[in-house]
């Protein structure tokens, strides 16, 4: 959820309809969010991204997105 959400969702300027479509469709995508074998179904529907932002809130998104250039940084 977070890959989808926070990171391809930004990166690709997509509505929530869309990346869970585009999630199924490239198995890029899939690999990217953690899956380990490619995926025929969406992940989710749209409307849980929805639900998730409202959950993890302005202040949760802020701290996955540090936390997911302080795990890149690491990478390199």
């Not at 869970?20 to 469709?25: M, S, T």
Request: with cysteine; proline share 1%; aromatic share 8%.
């Amino acid at each position: 959820m977070i890959g989808l959400l926070m990171i391809l969702k930004q990166a690709e300027k997509l509505s929530d309809e869309a990346i869970v479509l585009e999630w199924q469709l490239n198995p890029y995508h899939q690999i990217f969010c953690g899956m380990r074998e490619i995926q025929c179904r969406q992940s989710c529907h749209s409307s849980e991204l929805v639900h998730f932002r409202k959950r993890i809130g302005e202040e949760g998104g802020y701290g996955v997105f540090l936390m997911s250039i302080a795990l890149s940084s690491e990478l390199r």
